[in-house]
C-alpha cells in the first residue's frame, strides 16, 4: 500500500504540468532580470544623465545632484513593487490567475517601452517612470508566479515547485549582469535596448500562458466551477481520476468558510499576534538592512573602488555564487532549524563586511587587497543565502495560522520593500559620506539583528502551528483563543502575500 502511495505522485508529473510551471516562472526570471539589470549600465546611465542636463540648460547636473538621480531611478523600482505586490489581491479575485499574469505584462511591455525610448527622446525622465512600472510588475509577479504554480503542482512535490521561484530570480540576475557586459548590450549606445529587453520574455510568457489551464483552486474555491476544475487538472495530472484532488480542494474551501479573517490592525491590538508579528517585521529588516541589496544594486562599482580592474566579471562571479547558494539553501532549511542558519548567516554577513569594510579602504594602496573584496563580497553573499535570505519568509509563514497569515505576510512584506527603498536610495549618499567605511553601518545593524534573533525568535522546526500560537499566548499571560487546524499556505484569492528583489518561497505546502 505505502508503494503504491510513494508512486502515485510521480504519475502526475506530466510534461504538461512542466510546460505550465515553466511558463509561471518566467516571470520569477523577470523579477530577478529587472533587479540586476541597472547594476552593469550605472556608469552609462550617470554619463546620460549629465548629458541631457547639459543640453536642457547648458549645465551641468552636479556631482550630488546626479547621484541623487540615480539613486532615485534605482530605488523607485522598489516603491513599485509595493504597489505591484498590494494589487496582487485584488487582481486574481477579479481576474483569477493567468488572467492577471497575462494583464501584468501589459506593465512590462509598457515599462521597458518607456526605458528603450529614454535615449532616443533625450528624458531620464523616462528611465525612471519605466523604472517605476516595471517595479509595479515586478511586485505583480512576486505573487503571481508563487501562488500560480502552487495551485496548479501535486501536493508531494509543491514545496519543490515552489523553490523554481526563487532560482529563477537568481537565475534572472545572471542573465541581466552577463547582457550587460559592454560588448553585448552594455555600451554607451545599447543600454536603452538592455533595459527594454524585458519585452521579449513578456511576450514569449503572454503566447505560452494561451495554453495553460487557470488555476484549479481558483475555478473550484472562489468561482465554484468544479467540472471547469476537473478539466483543468485532467490535463495537468494526466489521468481521469482526479478525485483527490477535489476532495483536497473541497476541503481547502470549508477550512477557508470558517477561518477567521484577522486585519492588520488586530494583529497590532491582540496579544496574542503582538509578539510574532514584531519578530515577522524585525526579520524582514534583517533581510533587507543587512546590505545585500546594497551589494547586489551596487556591486560593480564596490568593485571598482576596490581597484578590480574588469569589475563587471567580479560581478557576475558573483551572480554565480548566489545562484549556487540558492539551491545550497534548498537542501540546508529542510535539515537544520530556521533560528540557527539565520544566526549563522548574520554572523557570516557581518565578518564578510567587516572584511569589505578593510578591503575598500586600503584597496588603493594595496592593489593586492581587491581580490579580498572580490572573496568578501562572494562570502557576504553565501552568507545571505543560508540565512537572511531564505529564513524570514519561513519564520512568517510558520508564526502565523491561516487567518492571520495573509495579514501578516502583507505586513511584513511592506516591511521588506519599504527598507529595500530605503537601502538604494541611501547607500549612494552614504557611500561617498562614509566613503569606504559605508559597510560598518550594516556591520552593526547585523549585530543588532544577532542578539535579536538570539534572544527573542523561537525555533519553528518540527512544530505544529497550535504549538506555536499557545507559545506565544503563554508569553502573552493568557490562553490562546484561536486553535486552527489549518492548512499551511496563502489563502486563496485573498490578501496574498507581496515578496521582495531578495524573498524566498516559504517551503511550505500552498494547499
Not at 119 to 126: D, I, V
Not at 169 to 182: D, K, M, S, T
Not at 382 to 392: D, H, L, Q, R, V
Request: with cysteine; glycine share 10%; hydrophobic share 50%.
Amino acid at each position: 500500500m505505502e508503494r503504491m502511495e510513494d508512486d502515485k505522485p510521480k504519475k502526475k508529473l506530466t510534461f504538461y504540468l512542466f510546460y505550465c510551471v515553466a511558463t509561471a516562472v518566467i516571470g520569477s526570471l523577470q523579477f530577478g532580470y529587472n533587479t540586476g539589470v541597472i547594476n552593469a549600465p550605472e556608469q552609462k546611465l550617470r554619463s546620460f544623465f549629465h548629458n541631457v542636463s547639459m543640453e536642457r540648460t547648458g549645465e551641468p547636473f552636479s556631482p550630488g545632484a546626479n547621484t541623487m538621480v540615480w539613486s532615485f531611478a534605482v530605488a523607485i523600482f522598489s516603491v513599485g513593487g509595493m504597489g505591484g505586490s498590494f494589487s496582487v489581491g485584488v487582481l486574481v479575485t477579479k481576474f483569477g490567475r493567468r488572467k492577471s499574469m497575462l494583464l501584468a505584462n501589459v506593465l512590462a511591455v509598457v515599462g521597458g517601452g518607456f526605458m528603450g525610448l529614454s535615449g532616443l527622446c533625450r528624458s531620464y525622465e523616462m528611465v525612471i517612470i519605466g523604472r517605476l512600472i516595471i517595479g509595479v510588475f515586478c511586485g505583480l509577479c512576486t505573487g503571481l508566479t508563487p501562488m500560480y504554480v502552487g495551485e496548479i503542482s501535486p501536493t508531494a512535490v509543491r514545496g519543490a515547485f515552489g523553490t523554481l521561484h526563487q532560482l529563477g530570480v537568481v537565475i534572472g540576475i545572471l542573465v541581466a549582469q552577463i547582457f550587460g557586459l559592454e560588448f553585448l548590450l552594455g555600451s554607451d549606445t545599447l543600454w536603452p535596448l538592455l533595459l527594454a529587453l524585458t519585452i521579449l520574455p513578456a511576450i514569449l510568457q503572454s503566447i505560452m500562458l494561451h495554453f495553460c489551464p487557470e488555476s484549479p483552486r481558483y475555478l473550484l474555491i472562489v468561482l465554484n466551477q468544479e467540472e471547469e476544475a476537473r478539466k483543468a487538472l485532467v490535463r495537468l495530472r494526466g489521468c481521469e481520476d482526479v478525485s483527490d484532488d477535489i476532495q483536497e480542494m473541497k476541503e481547502e474551501g470549508m477550512k477557508m468558510a470558517r477561518e477567521k479573517k484577522v486585519s492588520i490592525l488586530e494583529l497590532f491590538r491582540s496579544p496574542n499576534y503582538r509578539q510574532p508579528i514584531f519578530i515577522a517585521i524585525v526579520l524582514q529588516l534583517s533581510q533587507q538592512l543587512s546590505g545585500i541589496n546594497a551589494v547586489f544594486y551596487y556591486s560593480t562599482s564596490i568593485f571598482a573602488t576596490a581597484g578590480v580592474s574588469q569589475p563587471i566579471y567580479a560581478t557576475i562571479g558573483a551572480g554565480v555564487v548566489n545562484t549556487v547558494f540558492t539551491v545550497v539553501s534548498l537542501f540546508l532549511v529542510e535539515r537544520a532549524g530556521r533560528r540557527t542558519l539565520h544566526l549563522i548567516g548574520l554572523a557570516g554577513m557581518a565578518l564578510f563586511a567587516v572584511v569589505m569594510t578593510i578591503a575598500l579602504s586600503l584597496g588603493q594602496t594595496t592593489p593586492s587587497l581587491s581580490y579580498l573584496a572580490i572573496v568578501a563580497v562572494f562570502g557576504f553573499v553565501a552568507s545571505f543565502e543560508m540565512g537572511p535570505g531564505p529564513i524570514p519568509w519561513f519564520i512568517v509563514a510558520e508564526l502565523f495560522s491561516q487567518g492571520p497569515r495573509p495579514a501578516a505576510m502583507a505586513v511584513s512584506g511592506l516591511s521588506n520593500w519599504t527598507a529595500n527603498f530605503v537601502v538604494g536610495l541611501g547607500f549612494p549618499k552614504l557611500a561617498e559620506l562614509c566613503g569606504p567605511y559605508v559597510f560598518i553601518i550594516f556591520v552593526i545593524f547585523l549585530i543588532l539583528f544577532f542578539i535579536f534573533t538570539f534572544l527573542k525568535v523561537p525555533e519553528t522546526k518540527g512544530r505544529t502551528f497550535d504549538d506555536i500560537a499557545q507559545g506565544f499566548a503563554s508569553s502573552a499571560g493568557k490562553p490562546s483563543v484561536e486553535p486552527e487546524a489549518v492548512v499551511a499556505g496563502l489563502t486563496e484569492g485573498k490578501d496574498p502575500a507581496p515578496m521582495s528583489p531578495t524573498d524566498k518561497v516559504p517551503m511550505v505546502n500552498l494547499s
